[in-house]
């Protein structure tokens, strides 16, 4: 939803409007979600973005819309689109009369790579002070008022008001900005500053005035998404207590919210979570309980994504059987291709992250030169914008190759994952990183070996 500013100075994109012609926004954002499919793209568009983009809402589309368009009108611009080019969007970051922030770490710099498509979500991210999700839409601080705190925050929702569009969309946006950012920085720069929103968001569910049942729905789901997708960060930052405490708050939204598809992303994460913390019989058995709820969707791609956990837990268990047939199931499901019915999370679950479960798992039952084919194939797959998970494909390969008796290779890969680290925070990828470098050091005297062993020594220093 754009703030009554963004409105007054948006111009509608009559070109975008004519490329629809006769068919309805949803057709239309139908149409686009299928040509995201033939790209390799996975975009949520619906009706309500279609219109925002023909109000001029919507100055220029983030990367995947941008693919996705131009694939749809081959030979056509961004300007032929009815858009104004990206770099005059970004121009000086703040608009001539927007307040400077101190402090805005989800906006401006911290992320060159993401559009600036909502002041909803702008706002949501704003930190300074008392900004958050709750005080972006509603409009006042979460302790300005009495009412019923909200889980684990001293402010409050008033309840006489109803929560409605503008602040379900708030949220749905902020899960959307967590995961675009995770996959350009990692987590561990951004795991604090989204504890704030997601407080904001169970508050806004703790005050109970949504204004139908659609609206309560939704605000459920985009509550329990934020808190997987905090769970992630901390996931993925090494804080495992806390991960699957967001974890299991998810899962209890899922719950109380008859949601299945809720439910399964969060037993798909806490599967993940089990795994790395070598609980892999409750890997295994997180899993099967998230296959139980995937089942009442209809995404080969998600009991893809889920039978891959199942082979996680089972390599872990040294069970190489069981391994090798949730692998089997996890193929057959992923050649079935994506759906509608995908959920929005799974955007990254594409051929590298099944190529790089599939590393994961032999690495784990020791087979290291097989292990590192699958994380190669998975690194050169990967698209080059997603830093994070390039990064962390190429630890994986470093680590395997490591082991698999390719030291000379295995500093390659590690300098390429040096390369990127200064725009990525995992500490996931450091922790490889590190455990690569114990590895690598009997070897010290090979060539190349000790040159990596010596810049990852100097990174550790100025860390």
Same mark, same amino acid.
């Not at 892999?280 to 994504?305: D, I, K, M, N, T």
């Given at each position: 939803m754009a703030s009554s500013s963004q409105a007054s100075r948006a111009v509608p994109n009559l070109a975008f409007r004519g490329l629809r012609g006769l068919r309805s926004p949803g057709e239309f954002a139908a149409a686009v979600r299928k040509a995201a499919r033939e790209v390799g793209e996975q975009v949520s568009c619906d009706a309500r973005y279609i219109g925002r983009v023909e109000a001029g809402e919507i100055r220029c589309p983030n990367y995947a819309y941008e693919r996705v368009f131009l694939h749809m009108f081959p030979g056509l611009t961004l300007s032929d689109l009815g858009f104004t080019a990206r770099e005059q969007v970004r121009g000086g970051r703040r608009r001539p009369h927007a307040p400077a922030h101190p402090f805005c770490p989800f906006d401006g710099n911290s992320d060159s790579d993401i559009d600036e498509e909502s002041d909803v979500l702008r706002r949501a991210f704003m930190t300074s002070g008392s900004a958050t999700v709750a005080a972006a839409s509603l409009g006042f601080g979460l302790g300005s008022a009495p009412g019923r705190p909200g889980p684990g925050i001293s402010g409050s929702v008033p309840d006489q008001r109803r929560v409605g569009e503008a602040e379900v969309s708030a949220v749905e946006e902020a899960v959307r900005r967590i995961r675009l950012l995770d996959d350009r920085h990692g987590a561990d720069g951004l795991y604090r500053r989204a504890a704030q929103p997601l407080r904001a968001a169970y508050a806004l569910l703790d005050a109970g005035t949504t204004a139908r049942a659609s609206t309560a729905g939704r605000l459920h789901a985009g509550a329990g998404e934020l808190a997987i997708s905090v769970g992630w960060l901390a996931h993925d930052s090494g804080r495992f207590d806390d991960a699957r405490s967001h974890y299991a708050e998810a899962l209890a939204t899922a719950r109380v919210a008859g949601d299945p598809a809720l439910e399964a992303h969060a037993f798909c994460n806490t599967?993940? $979570? #089990?795994?790395?913390? !070598? +609980?892999?019989? *409750?890997?295994? +058995?997180?899993?099967?309980?998230? *296959?139980?709820?995937?089942?009442?969707?209809?995404?080969? @791609?998600?009991? /893809?994504?889920? /039978?891959?956990?199942? #082979? !996680?837990?089972?390599? !872990?268990?040294? *069970? +190489?059987?069981?391994? *090798?047939? /949730? $692998?089997? @199931? #996890?193929?057959?499901?992923f050649d079935r291709g994506a759906s509608d019915a995908d959920p929005e999370w799974m955007s990254f679950f594409a051929e590298p992250e099944l190529e790089a479960l599939q590393a994961q798992c032999w690495a784990a039952l020791g087979e290291w030169s097989r292990a590192a084919r699958h994380a190669r194939r998975a690194a050169a797959l990967q698209d080059r914008r997603f830093t994070r998970n390039l990064a962390l494909y190429r630890a994986e390969l470093a680590a395997d190759l490591a082991r698999a008796g390719a030291p000379d290779e295995a500093a390659e890969a590690g300098h390429q994952v040096l390369d990127l680290l200064d725009g990525v925070q995992s500490s996931r990828i450091q922790s490889m990183l590190s455990d690569t470098a114990r590895v690598l050091l009997p070897q010290r005297r090979t060539e190349g070996v000790g040159a990596f062993l010596d810049r990852h020594a100097e990174t550790l220093r100025r860390a």
């Open positions: 599967s993940f $979570l #089990a795994r790395d913390a !070598g +609980r892999h019989r *409750e890997a295994v +058995r997180s899993a099967q309980a998230g *296959e139980r709820a995937a089942r009442q969707l209809a995404s080969p @791609r998600l009991l /893809s994504l889920l /039978s891959l956990r199942q #082979a !996680g837990g089972w390599a !872990g268990l040294g *069970e +190489r059987a069981g391994c *090798e047939q /949730s $692998l089997s @199931r #996890a193929h057959s499901y």
